[in-house]
C-alpha cells in the first residue's frame, strides 16, 4: 500500500504540472471561471443565454484594449496611451458614420487609420528616438485626451442630436453573428489572428524576442527597431478598433469615454500573468485578465452593490491578485523545485562488504593504482572511450564534441566532430561509424568521415502522462544488435544530466529502455518506468542485452532475440556501488564500471520516502543526500551472472566518477564522467589482439591488427 | 497541507528560513589560512595542547603526552603515558592538569609523575571532561562533556540529543574540593577564566555562555554559531581563540529533528558512516554524500556543505568574531580542537588532519603564507 | 439576489391574494364597494411589480430620488431594484441591457448623454418594458419623462441674467457653465439660454463651456474667463455642486457680489446654503424630492396603464423655484444620508 502510494504520487502530478508552460495562464484562468460560476450562483438568470449574449456584446471593446496594452507589454516597454486612443477613436467614427453620414467602411477605415497614425508617433519615438515608453505613451496620453476633450466640446451638439439609421453601422454595434454578438466575432477574429501572429508569424515573433532580450534579439539580427515601431502601431491599431466598436455600440462620445481604461488594461495584462518585464506572456491571458476584471465590476453591479464600493472592491482584488501573480511567478521556480522532486520507495538489503580484507570479489584493492593516465588535463568529463581498428581512441568531451586522440601515443589531440548536448555512451556499427548517446538531444552518428548524423531523437510518447516524454530527455548508453537494431537507455524522462543525482534521490522508474530499427527508422520504446536505465550491452551471443538499472544497483538481461524473446530477467541484483556502463571483454565477460558506492545512511534513506519528501521541503538542494558517486570501481561478470573480479582505486584520486571502460588488444581503457583523463591498464591475461569491432562485427577468427599495440608507457 | 502552507509561505515569505544556520561571514569570513599554515608536527590521534612558562609544548595524542621543549618542531619527547586516552591539557601552579577519558583529571608534575587525581564530583564520575583551564589564583575549571558517553563518543552524544547532562566544575590546585558551578549543559567543550566569571562553550547549543565563578548564574554571550565550538583560551592580542571542531549543515540540523531515522540510523550503521559533523580523520567510501558534494572533475568544492571543516576564531569578550581561520571543505586541516600561543604564532591543532600546524598570529604577516624565518 | 427572490415570493402572494379577493367578493354577492374596487384595481397592478432605476451614479442627488422611490415602492408593495454604475457610461449600458435581460415592469433611467442609452430604451419597450427618463432625456422618447422643463429653465436664467446684468444695467457679458456637453439636460438648457441672450444686443455670451459636473474644472475655466473679462456681470451654470468651484474662483478673485451668479439645480442643500452665503446670486431648484414624487407618480400611472410599452409619450414636468435667501429653504430638500 505504501509502495503504491509512493508509486503513484499525486506530488508527482502537481510538481509536472507546474512545471508546464499553460500553468502560468490556467491559474488566472481558474480564478476567472470561479468568478464567473459565484456570480452565477448569486445572481438568478446570470447563465441564461441572453445574459450570457450581454456579456459578450460589453466585453470586446475592454478586452482589445487590454491586447493593445499587453501587445507593448510583450515588446518590453508599455503604451498607456490605449485609452485615449480609444476614446478619440470612438470619435472618429461615431463623427464619420452619425455627422457626416458615411459609410460604416470609411469610418473603420478612418478610427484605423487613426491609430496607426499614433501609433506610429509612439513607436517613432520610443523605437527611433529612443525615448523612455512610459514617458512617451504618457504625453501622448495627455495630448489625445485633451485634444479629445476639445474635439468632444466643439462637435457635442453635433453628436448628441445625431440619430442615423444605418443597418451595417447597426448590425456592427448590435447585431449578431449565430447569437453571437458582432464585436465579440471581432475579438475573437482578432484574438486568433493576435495569437497566430505572436507565435507564428516572423514578425510578431520578433517582438516577443525584442521584449524578453533586446540584446539577444540584436544579436539574433533581428531589427530591433522595426520590432518596436511595429508592436506600438498595432497596439494603436488594436485600441482604435476597440473605439470603433464602442462607437457603432453605445452611439455616444461622453468625457468618461476611456478615462482610467489604460489602467484597467495593464491590471488585466498583469492579472492575466504577463511578465511587465516583457517578452512573456500571451494575447489569451490578457483576455482572460480582461476578463476578470470585466467580470467582477459587472457582477458586481449587477449585485446592486455601491459604486464606490464596488470599486474600492474592485481596486482591492486588483491589489490582491497582482501581488499573488508577481510572488507566485516569481518563486514558482523556487515552489516547483520544492515539489518536483518526488521520492519512492526503494528498499535495499544490506550490500556485500568492500571492505579490504573482507574476502568478497568485492574487496577494495590496488589494482587500478598504476593506470597510466592518457590525456591528462585535454579532456573533460570522458563518460565513455571507445577505439577503432586502427587503435585511434575516441570520447566524449562535455562541451559537446567527440575527441580524438591518435594512436600510438595519444598525444595529439583533435576534435573529430562536434554535435553539441552532451554526449555519453558510445558504440561502433558495422560501417565504423562511431554511435552516441547525447544527453538532451538523443542518438547521433559521426561517419569516419566526420560527418555527423542524426539517428533518432524520439520515441513513442506515454499516453496518460501529462509531461510530454516523446522527446529523449537523456540518452545514456547505446549498444548494437546483430541485426543493426541499435538498443540504448534513456536515463530519465524527467531530470536533465544536470540533475542526475536528483533522480537517483526521487529513486522512481523514470527511463526506459529504446530500440531504434535502422531498417524501419522507428523508434520505439522497449522497456518502460526504469529506474535509470544506464549501460547497455549485447551479450556475445547476440541474444540479448545487458543493461543496468544505476539507482536499482542491478544489472538486467533483456531477450532481444532467439528463443526467449521479449524476456526479461534480473541477471545480478544488490550490487554494492551504482552500476554504469558494460563493455564486453576479450574472454566472453564483461566488464561494468561502478560510478559509485553505496552509503548505508543513503540506503536507510531511500526506504524513507516520507523522510527525503521532508529533506527536500526544508533544506536547499545543495545539501540533500545523494547518491555516493566520487568513488568506483571496475568490476567483470559473465553471463551467469557471477561476479569475477573488481578493480580499484583506493581513495580515487585518478579515477573518481568511473562510468565506463572498453577493453582493446590487451589494455582496457578507463573514462568518468567528471574526469580529466583517461586510464589505460594493461591487461596481462587478455588476448592481446581482440578488438572491440571484431568482437561484433569480425568473422570470428583473430583479425590482422592495422597497426601493433601501443608500447605501454608506464606510469610514474 | 503542509505543501500548501510551504507554498504559502514561500510566496509570501519567500526570505524566511525557518532553520538558518548563519552563513560564514563577517569576522567568520571564508579564507584558507590554516591550509596555508606550516606543518608543526604529526601524531596519531592529537587531542588538546597547551604550553608551559618555558615555551614548551606539550600535546595529546591517545595514551601520551608528548613534549616539545623549545616550542618548535622536532622530535618530541614523551612527557606521560596514562592508563587512558588523554584529552584536555592545562598548565598551571606547576603542574599539567590532563583529562583521561573515562577516568577523570590528573595533575602531573614536570617529570610526568602523577601529583593529584579527581575523578568524580558531586558523586558522580567525571568520564567525558572535555576542557582543563586554571587561573592565577591557582583554581583549576573543567568541563564534563556528558555524563552518558565519554569523550570519543562526542557524535553519538550529538545525535542522542539527551537533555543536557554535562557540567562546570572548579577545583582547588590540588584537585580538591570539587564544586559544580552550572549543569545541565548541552557538551560544555572548553572552559577559559576571565577575571570573576568563566567563558564556557557549549557545543551542542553552538552557544558561548559567562557563568560567574561563584556558580552564582549564567548568561548566553553569544548564540547560534556557524559551528560546533570547542575549547577556548585567551587570546594575547585580546579575546579569546575558539575551536570550531565542525560546521553545522542543514543536513545535520535536519537529521537531528528527524527522529525516527536518526534513531534508525543509530541502530543499524556504523557511526562513522552516520550523517553528521566529522573531525574529518576517517575515509570512507560509503559516507553519505551531498548534492553540492559531488566532485565536479575531480575538483571538490570549498563551498560545498562541509562534512568535516577547519575553524578558529578570535573573538572578543563578548563573543563577537573579530578574525578566523579556515581550512574549507577542499582543505586539509580540519577537525580543529586545540590551539596555543607561542612567541606571536599560533599553534593549531587539527584533530582530522592529525597533526598539529602553526602560523604566525597577525594576518598581515600571513599574506605570504609562509612563517619568516 | 434576496430582493429579487423576496420580489418573486411577493408576486406569488399578491396573486393569491387577489384571487382570494376576487373570490370573496363573488362569493358574498354583495355590490363591491366603489372605493375599494379602487384599491383594489390600484393593488392588482402594482403589487409585486418590480420597477429596475438606473441612475448615473448615487450622487448627492441621486440619492435623494433613490431615497423617495424606495420608500414610496415598498409602501405599494413594489419591488424596487438600483443598479450605481458609478459614472460610467460603459458599465451604466451594461446596467441597463442586463436589466432589459431581467425584464423589470417599468425602467427608470437618468440619460448621461442623449444618445448612450437611446438605443437600449427602444429595445426595452419592445420588449415590453415600460421607461421612464428622469430630468435627463435621450434621443428616445419613452413612455414617460419626468423632470425640469428643461429649455425654460434655461430661459428664465438667461432672463434674470439679462434683467441684471442688460440694457446698460451692467456689462452684459455672460460665462454659461455647462454640465456634460452631450447630456440633454445641459445642451438643452445651454441652447434655450444661449437663445434668449443673444436676441438681446446688449447681452454677449464670452463663454460657454461644458465642465462635466465636476467643480474643479468650473473653477478653472471661471478663472480663465475673469482674466480675459475682468468685467464680467454674470455666470449661468446647469447644475449647483459643479458652480461651488467657479463661486470660490469668483471669491477668489475677489469679485464676489459683483459677478451674478444664477444657477439651475436640483436643490440640494448645499445649494441653498450658497445661497445663503451669498456665493451664489440665485438658485433654480427644480427641487428633486419633489420630483421624486413625480417619479412615483408617473411609474404609478404606467402601472396602471393597460397599453403596451411604449404607446403613451407621458411627460410630467416640474415646477421651478427661484431661492434667493433663506425664506427660500423650502426648496431645498434636508440631506439624507
Known amino acids: ?716 | 497541507m503542509s505543501l500548501m502552507r510551504e507554498i504559502a509561505e514561500r510566496i509570501f515569505f519567500p526570505n524566511r528560513d525557518p532553520h538558518a544556520i548563519p552563513v560564514l561571514d563577517g569576522g567568520f569570513s571564508p579564507n584558507g589560512r590554516l591550509d596555508e599554515a606550516t606543518t608543526f608536527a604529526e601524531l596519531d590521534a592529537p587531542d588538546a595542547l597547551t604550553t608551559d612558562p618555558e615555551g614548551a609544548i606539550y600535546v595529546s595524542s591517545g595514551n601520551r603526552i608528548y613534549r616539545y621543549s623549545t616550542g618548535t618542531p622536532g622530535s618530541p619527547t614523551q612527557f606521560a603515558e596514562c592508563e587512558a586516552p588523554v584529552g584536555a591539557l592545562s598548565f598551571g601552579n606547576g603542574l599539567i592538569y590532563a583529562a583521561l577519558a573515562g577516568v577523570g583529571v590528573v595533575a602531573l608534575d614536570r617529570d610526568g609523575a602523577e601529583q593529584a587525581r579527581l575523578t568524580e564530583a558531586d558523586g558522580a564520575p567525571l568520564g567525558c571532561v572535555t576542557a582543563l583551564a586554571t587561573d592565577a589564583g591557582g583554581e583549576v575549571f573543567l568541563t564534563d562533556g556528558s555524563q552518558t558517553v565519554g569523550p570519543q563518543d562526542w557524535l553519538r552524544d550529538l545525535m542522542q540529543k539527551h537533555r543536557g547532562s554535562g557540567r562546570v566544575i572548579a577545583c582547588d590546585s590540588g584537585l580538591c574540593q570539587p564544586r559544580v558551578l552550572h549543569r545541565g549543559l548541552r557538551w560544555p567543550a572548553g572552559v577559559v577564566a576571565d577575571g570573576d566569571r568563566l567563558l564556557v562553550t557549549e557545543a551542542w547549543a553552538h552557544r558561548l555562555l559567562c557563568i560567574a565563578r561563584d556558580g552564582s548564574g549564567m548568561q548566553v554571550l553569544q548564540k547560534n554559531f556557524t559551528g560546533y565550538p570547542s575549547r577556548i583560551r585567551a587570546a594575547s592580542e585580546g579575546g579569546f581563540w575558539i575551536a570550531f571542531f565542525a560546521l553545522r549543515t542543514q543536513l545535520t540540523e535536519f537529521v537531528l529533528r528527524e527522529d525516527a531515522f536518526r534513531t534508525r540510523m543509530m541502530m543499524e550503521i556504523a557511526p562513522e558512516l552516520w550523517i553528521g559533523p566529522s573531525m574529518g580523520d576517517h575515509f570512507d567510501y560509503r559516507e553519505p554524500t551531498q548534492v553540492g558534494r559531488i566532485k565536479k572533475l575531480g575538483i571538490q568544492k570549498p563551498w560545498a556543505p562541509p562534512r568535516s571543516y577547519g575553524l578558529i576564531a578570535r573573538v572578543t569578550a563578548e563573543g563577537e568574531a573579530i578574525e578566523s581561520l579556515h581550512s574549507r571543505v577542499s582543505g586539509m586541516t580540519h577537525g580543529i580542537t586545540d590551539m596555543v600561543e607561542r612567541d606571536r604564532r599560533l599553534i593549531v591543532l587539527s584533530k582530522g588532519g592529525r597533526k598539529l600546524v602553526w602560523l604566525p598570529m597577525t594576518p598581515e604577516n600571513t599574506e605570504t603564507g609562509r612563517i619568516p624565518a | 439576489m434576496r430582493k429579487l427572490l423576496t420580489g418573486a415570493m411577493g408576486r406569488t402572494l399578491a396573486a393569491a391574494l387577489t384571487a382570494g379577493a376576487v373570490a370573496l367578493s363573488a362569493g358574498s354577492g354583495q355590490a363591491a364597494d366603489p372605493r375599494s374596487e379602487l384599491m383594489d384595481k390600484f393593488q392588482a397592478a402594482t403589487e409585486g411589480k418590480t420597477i429596475a432605476w438606473v441612475p448615473i451614479w448615487l450622487g448627492v442627488l441621486e440619492s435623494e430620488w433613490t431615497r423617495v422611490m424606495k420608500s414610496n415602492f415598498e409602501d405599494h408593495g413594489i419591488n424596487f431594484v438600483v443598479r450605481d454604475p458609478n459614472f460610467k457610461s460603459d458599465i451604466q449600458l451594461q446596467a441597463v441591457s442586463t436589466l432589459i435581460n431581467e425584464k423589470p415592469d417599468i425602467l427608470i433611467v437618468q440619460n448621461p448623454t442623449t444618445t448612450l442609452l437611446a438605443r437600449e430604451l427602444k429595445r426595452a419597450m419592445r420588449e415590453g418594458i415600460k421607461v421612464i427618463q428622469v430630468n435627463m432625456a435621450s434621443n428616445t422618447l419613452t413612455d414617460a419623462y419626468v423632470g425640469a422643463d428643461v429649455p425654460r429653465m434655461g430661459r428664465m436664467l438667461a432672463q434674470e441674467a439679462i434683467d441684471t446684468c442688460g440694457g446698460g444695467k451692467g456689462s452684459g457679458k455672460v460665462a454659461i457653465l455647462q454640465g456634460e456637453a452631450t447630456a440633454a439636460y445641459s445642451l438643452d438648457m445651454t441652447v434655450a439660454a444661449t437663445e434668449l441672450l443673444e436676441s438681446d444686443a446688449s447681452m454677449s455670451v464670452v463663454s460657454s463651456q461644458p465642465v462635466n459636473w465636476d467643480a474643479n474644472k468650473a473653477s478653472e475655466i471661471t478663472t480663465n474667463v475673469l482674466q480675459q473679462n475682468p468685467d464680467l456681470c454674470a455666470i449661468l451654470s446647469v447644475w449647483g455642486p459643479q458652480t461651488a468651484g467657479a463661486a470660490q474662483a469668483v471669491k477668489n478673485a475677489g469679485l464676489q457680489g459683483k459677478v451674478n451668479i444664477f444657477v439651475a439645480s436640483d436643490g440640494q442643500p448645499a445649494d441653498c446654503e450658497m445661497v445663503e452665503k451669498g456665493l451664489y446670486t440665485k438658485n433654480l431648484s427644480y427641487t428633486a424630492d419633489r420630483q421624486a414624487n413625480q417619479i412615483v407618480a408617473a411609474a404609478l400611472a404606467l402601472l396602471q396603464d393597460d397599453r403596451p410599452a411604449g404607446s403613451a409619450q407621458y411627460a410630467f414636468y416640474t415646477t421651478n423655484y427661484w431661492v434667493s435667501g433663506p425664506e427660500d429653504r423650502e426648496y431645498c430638500f434636508a440631506a439624507s444620508n
Open chain 1, 1 to 716: 500500500m505504501r509502495r503504491l502510494w509512493y508509486r503513484i504520487s499525486p506530488q508527482l502530478l502537481i510538481g509536472e504540472l507546474l512545471e508546464k508552460r499553460w500553468m502560468e495562464p490556467a491559474v488566472p484562468f481558474l480564478l476567472m471561471c470561479a468568478i464567473f460560476l459565484a456570480f452565477v450562483v448569486a445572481i438568478p438568470d446570470y447563465g441564461s443565454i441572453q445574459q450570457l449574449q450581454q456579456l459578450m456584446r460589453s466585453f470586446p471593446e475592454q478586452a482589445l484594449v487590454a491586447m493593445a496594452m499587453a501587445l507593448s507589454i510583450l515588446s518590453g516597454g508599455i503604451d498607456l496611451s490605449v485609452g485615449a486612443v480609444f476614446a478619440m477613436a470612438n470619435f472618429i467614427a461615431l463623427y464619420l458614420a452619425m455627422v457626416l453620414e458615411l459609410p460604416v467602411s470609411v469610418a473603420f477605415a478612418g478610427a484605423l487609420a487613426w491609430g496607426a497614425l499614433i501609433g506610429a508617433a509612439n513607436g517613432g519615438l520610443i523605437a527611433y528616438a529612443k525615448t523612455r515608453p512610459f514617458l512617451t505613451t504618457m504625453v501622448v496620453l495627455i495630448v489625445v485626451r485633451a485634444f479629445y476633450e476639445l474635439v468632444t466640446v466643439a462637435y457635442a451638439t453635433d453628436l448628441a442630436s445625431a440619430y442615423v439609421d444605418n443597418a451595417a453601422w447597426d448590425f456592427v454595434g448590435i447585431g449578431d453573428l449565430l447569437g453571437v454578438p458582432v464585436n465579440m466575432v471581432c475579438l475573437l477574429a482578432v484574438a486568433f489572428a493576435a495569437h497566430f501572429f505572436l507565435t507564428r508569424v516572423k514578425p510578431g515573433v520578433h517582438i516577443m524576442a525584442v521584449g524578453s532580450s533586446r540584446k539577444a534579439a540584436r544579436h539574433a539580427g533581428i531589427n530591433v527597431r522595426l520590432s518596436l515601431f511595429l508592436a506600438y502601431v498595432l497596439s494603436g491599431m488594436l485600441a482604435s478598433f476597440a473605439g470603433f466598436l464602442y462607437a457603432a455600440r453605445q452611439n455616444s462620445a461622453g468625457t468618461d469615454t476611456g478615462v482610467g481604461w489604460e489602467v484597467n488594461a495593464l491590471a488585466a495584462a498583469v492579472v492575466g500573468g504577463i511578465s511587465l518585464a516583457g517578452g512573456r506572456g500571451s494575447t489569451s491571458r490578457a483576455l482572460i485578465g480582461a476578463a476578470i476584471i470585466f467580470l467582477l465590476i459587472n457582477g458586481l453591479v449587477q449585485l446592486g452593490t455601491h459604486g464606490s464600493l464596488t470599486t474600492a472592491s474592485i481596486g482591492f482584488l486588483l491589489l490582491l491578485a497582482v501581488g499573488f501573480n508577481v510572488k507566485f511567478v516569481k518563486h514558482k521556480s523556487k515552489i516547483l523545485q520544492k515539489i518536483y522532486v518526488s521520492p519512492t520507495l526503494v528498499d535495499f538489503t544490506p550490500p556485500p562488504s568492500i571492505a579490504r580484507d573482507s574476502g568478497t570479489v568485492f574487496a577494495e584493492n590496488d589494482r587500478l593504482l598504476d593506470v597510466e593516465p592518457i590525456a591528462l588535463g585535454k579532456i573533460e568529463g570522458p563518460e565513455d572511450v571507445i577505439l577503432d581498428r586502427n587503435d585511434n581512441l575516441y570520447t566524449v568531451n562535455r562541451n559537446g564534441s567527440i575527441i580524438r586522440f591518435l594512436a600510438p601515443d595519444y598525444e595529439i589531440r583533435e576534435e573529430f566532430a562536434r554535435i553539441g548536448g552532451r554526449p555519453l555512451g558510445l558504440a561502433m556499427d558495422k560501417d565504423e561509424n562511431i554511435l552516441a548517446c547525447v544527453a538532451g538531444m538523443g542518438v547521433y552518428g559521426v561517419r569516419p568521415d566526420r560527418s555527423v548524423f542524426k539517428v533518432t531523437d524520439e520515441t513513442t510518447r506515454s499516453r496518460f502522462r501529462l509531461k510530454d516524454d516523446s522527446r529523449l530527455l537523456l540518452a545514456d548508453d547505446l549498444d548494437v544488435a546483430p541485426d543493426g537494431r541499435i538498443f540504448f537507455s534513456d536515463a530519465s524522462t524527467r531530470y536533465d544530466l544536470a540533475d542526475w543525482a536528483l533522480d537517483g534521490f526521487e529513486g522512481r522508474g523514470n527511463g526506459r529502455l529504446v530500440c531504434h530499427d535502422p531498417r524501419s527508422g522507428k523508434t520505439s520504446t522497449v522497456l518502460k518506468n526504469l529506474a535509470f536505465p544506464n549501460g547497455v550491452c549485447v551479450a556475445h551471443d547476440g541474444q540479448s542485452v545487458y543493461w543496468v538499472s544505476t539507482w536499482l544497483c542491478r544489472i538486467y538481461r533483456y531477450w532481444i532475440d532467439g528463443p526467449r524473446k521479449g524476456a526479461l530477467e534480473v541477471l545480478v541484483d544488490n550490487l554494492p556501488g551504482f552500476p554504469d556502463n558494460i563493455n564486453r571483454a576479450s574472454d566472453g565477460t564483461y566488464w561494468l564500471a561502478l560510478v559509485g558506492l553505496r552509503s548505508p545512511v543513503y540506503d536507510l534513506a531511500m526506504a524513507d520516502p516520507s523522510f527525503r519528501v521532508r529533506m527536500v521541503k526544508q533544506i536547499p538542494p545543495d545539501e540533500w543526500l545523494c547518491p555516493g558517486i566520487n568513488y568506483g570501481c571496475v568490476l567483470k561478470f559473465n553471463d551467469k551472472g557471477e561476479i569475477l573480479e573488481s578493480l580499484w582505486d583506493p581513495g580515487a584520486t585518478n579515477h573518481p566518477t568511473i562510468t565506463s571502460m572498453r577493453e582493446h588488444k590487451g589494455y582496457l581503457y578507463i573514462g568518468g564522467l567528471e574526469n580529466n583523463r583517461i586510464g589505460r591498464l594493461p591487461l596481462p591475461d587478455a588476448d592481446p589482439g581482440w578488438t572491440s569491432w571484431d568482437s561484433y562485427y569480425g568473422d570470428g577468427t583473430t583479425p590482422a591488427a592495422v597497426t601493433a599495440p601501443a608500447p605501454a608507457r608506464k606510469a610514474g
